[in-house]
């Protein structure tokens, strides 16, 4: 008699799973009218694939939150993923971390971060005369949703093994505690609970400041979207440039979805396929890894 093997999940699909029960039921529900709280009620194809979505991760009828508390609730559920799973990755990525959603909290965005800190100065000179904060425009202003910062090290540990650095050579890299105290920004993270036209070109706008107005390195720049409609989504994710890669809440569902949609989803079949193959776009359970390179 052949004996069963016990079958083991892995932390990733953990994770995943508890990511998505902590928007089920919450800000991924399903109206009575049948309309997903994530889909554009205006939309035919968008319902129905959000629809097929919801049940295949099995959500259940209730209220659309308001548009500003479903995306921050979006925000505080990926800030949440991204932090636990990115924290697994120590063994890849070792160092001291912090995930943040900063959203539109901070005036200053990211001022607080190596690669940034100029901008503050920048700010506090435009307060003071108008006439140059009307030729500079406020461009450098960057807020992201949420951010992954990293923390300097000491040279007790760049040199636990052997002596890699002294007091006369490395005196600009900003990894050294010694030469910089403030953290460095390692990557910088968009949540679009839904993509609309009139604000789809928000999230290029704010990856392309971040490459501008930086001193040093670029920091991972990415998206994580609910957006059901691959047209939509095809508006942030096609191109390259600007955004590393768009990341999906539920890319397998969506993909099983639009398959479900048969002939009337030919297009977005066709789209998603383009996006997939073409490596711009992800599934949540991708990013972690993708953030540890």
């Given amino acids: 008699m052949e004996i069963e093997k016990e079958t083991v999940i892995s932390k990733i699909e953990t994770a995943r799973k508890e990511y998505?029960?902590?928007?089920?039921?919450t800000v991924l529900t399903i109206n009575d009218k049948g309309a997903p709280t994530?889909?554009?009620?205006?939309?035919?194809?968008?319902?129905?694939?959000?629809?097929?979505i919801a049940k295949i991760l099995e959500s259940t009828t209730g209220e659309r939150l308001a548009g500003q508390t479903s995306g921050s609730h979006f925000e505080t559920v990926n800030a949440d993923f991204i932090r636990k799973t990115f924290g697994l990755?120590?063994?890849?990525?070792?160092?001291?971390w912090e995930v943040r959603k900063i959203?539109?909290?901070?005036?200053?965005?990211?001022?607080e971060f190596e690669q940034y800190m100029h901008l503050a100065d920048l700010n506090v000179i435009a307060k003071d005369n108008p006439a140059l904060a009307t030729a500079i425009g406020r461009d450098y202003t960057i807020t992201p949703d949420i951010i992954i910062g990293r923390k300097a090290i000491s040279d007790e540990e760049i040199n636990a093994e052997s002596l890699l650095v002294d007091d006369k050579y490395a005196l600009h890299t900003p990894i050294r505690f010694t030469n910089n105290e403030h953290p460095i920004l390692h990557a910088s993270i968009s949540s679009k609970w839904t993509i609309r036209s009139d604000r789809s070109q928000n999230t290029r706008?704010?990856?392309?400041?971040?490459?501008?107005?930086?001193?040093?390195?670029?920091?991972?720049?990415?998206?994580?979207?609910?957006?059901?409609?691959?047209?939509?989504?095809?508006?942030?994710?096609l191109g390259t440039g600007d955004i590393d890669c768009v990341y999906h809440f539920a890319?397998?569902?969506?993909?099983?979805?639009?398959?479900?949609c048969g002939d009337k989803a030919l297009d977005a079949k066709e789209l998603l396929e383009i996006m997939i193959n073409g490596k711009r776009l992800r599934d949540i359970s991708d990013?972690?890894?993708?953030?540890?390179i």
């Fill in 89 to 96: 990755m120590n063994h890849i990525r070792p160092g001291e």
């Fill in 205 to 237: 706008s704010e990856a392309l400041n971040l490459m501008r107005n930086r001193k040093g390195r670029v920091p991972h720049i990415v998206a994580v979207t609910a957006e059901p409609l691959p047209s939509r989504i095809a508006s942030i994710a």
């Fill in 287 to 292: 990013l972690p890894l993708d953030l540890s």
């Fill in 103 to 111: 959203g539109n909290k901070s005036s200053l965005g990211i001022t």
């Fill in 38 to 52: 994530n889909s554009d009620a205006s939309n035919k194809l968008s319902v129905r694939i959000a629809y097929n």
């Fill in 251 to 260: 890319l397998h569902e969506l993909v099983q979805s639009v398959e479900e």
């Fill in 20 to 25: 998505h029960a902590a928007l089920l039921n």
